[in-house]
């Protein structure tokens, strides 16, 4: 499995910006689609934005236009720019790893990798 930390998480007025990173290491990362999904408190995890290895980009109807998704292939990282962030956007942020054909339809499956979660709070 692929070793996953994020980081970039914290508190933001709503409208505000962040930008969260993951930090892969362990088995090669190469091949690997990643994504981001967040999970509200009492809700259920949902995906927010995946990205293939050779980077095309996948994102939830509630970010598309607000959020980017990108990764560096050298230097095994992934990031999420959330730009006009709403306070229901408030949610622990995982990273994931996993198959180009499960991401890309917003999914995850029972070997996927995941990072701990970063918290984002967003203040109205």
């Known amino acids: 499995q692929v070793q996953l930390v994020e980081s970039g998480g914290g508190l933001v007025q709503a409208g505000g910006s962040l930008r969260l990173s993951c930090a892969a290491s362990g088995r090669t990362f190469s091949g690997y689609a990643m994504g981001w999904f967040r999970q509200a408190p009492g809700k259920e995890r949902e995906f927010v934005a995946a990205i293939t290895w050779i980077g095309g980009r996948y994102y939830a109807d509630s970010v598309r236009g607000r959020f980017t998704i990108s990764r560096d292939n050298a230097k095994n990282t992934v990031a999420l720019q959330m730009n006009g962030l709403k306070p229901e956007g408030a949610a622990v942020y995982y990273c994931?790893?996993?198959?180009?054909?499960?991401?890309?339809?917003?999914?995850?499956?029972?070997?996927?990798?995941w990072g701990q979660g970063t918290q984002v709070t967003v203040s109205s």
């Open positions: 994931t790893a996993d198959s180009d054909y499960r991401l890309r339809v917003g999914e995850s499956g029972e070997d996927a990798s």
